[in-house]
């Protein structure tokens, strides 16, 4: 089951300009992440943030947490060409299923230079 | 480095046919997962294993096999029985408490 909601599901800008990515989510949870995947490749990590929190940075990544609404964002200031790739947030709902993600569709960034 | 290696990156099954995909690991991560990935999809769990010896199925296990015999090895056969198994197969393994995944670079499996 598709836990996670991505939008848009493909976003184009000039490098520079900032790129935000949505993801909706439908049952609690105990974490969320977001990851990046360049064409063809496995999905490498950015960054996590727990329930509790409700904003956390990381160099030019900022995401934000709001479990009322079950909605994450994932913001990438001063884009660059290099951070055209695949973006997937990823649930971990806890309890029996701790650990265990579930993946959204994915946002397609394109940067260009 | 450690990393998590898969194997090979290109696979061809021919119809009727069982392939095993292997996946190591040495970041010495007891949690390890398999997902599959059909073009412009996400991610679907097929299998995952947070203990040697020890296995559960995940949301799309029909078709699919694993065995956790030792902590660094976690391959993932697609037996005859899945009917449409060309996609492109990820590894990936989580370490205990609250951590994001390391993946592997994956296996693009078609059926000929």
């Known amino acids: 089951s598709q836990q996670g909601e991505e939008d848009p599901q493909a976003l184009s800008i000039q490098e520079g300009e900032n790129a935000t990515m949505n993801c909706s989510y439908k049952t609690s949870i105990n974490n969320l992440q977001w990851y990046r995947q360049n064409s063809g490749r496995g999905l490498v990590h950015l960054i996590l943030?727990?329930?509790?929190?409700r904003e956390k940075h990381s160099g030019r990544l900022r995401v934000t947490l709001d479990t009322s609404k079950k909605s994450s964002s994932l913001l990438i200031t001063a884009s660059r060409a290099a951070d055209t790739a695949s973006y997937f947030c990823a649930t971990d709902a806890g309890g029996t299923s701790y650990g265990k993600l579930t993946f959204g569709q994915g946002t397609i960034l394109t940067v260009h230079p | 480095d450690g990393g998590i290696t898969q194997s090979p990156k290109y696979l061809f099954r021919k119809e009727g046919q069982n392939v095993t995909l292997s996946c190591e690991q040495n970041?010495?991560?007891?949690?390890m997962y398999w997902y599959r990935q059909d073009p412009g999809q996400g991610l679907r769990l097929i299998y995952y294993s947070q203990i040697v010896n020890d296995f559960q199925k995940g949301d799309i296990a029909e078709g699919y096999s694993v065995s956790r015999e030792k902590k660094e090895s976690f391959p993932l056969t697609v037996t005859s029985a899945q009917k449409n198994p060309t996609a492109f197969y990820l590894c990936?393994?989580?370490?205990?408490?609250?951590?994001?995944?390391?993946f592997g670079s994956g296996t693009r499996l078609t059926v000929v």
């Open positions: 943030i727990r329930s509790n929190e």
């Open positions: 990936a393994s989580r370490r205990v408490g609250i951590y994001g995944y390391t």
């Open positions: 970041l010495n991560h007891d949690a």
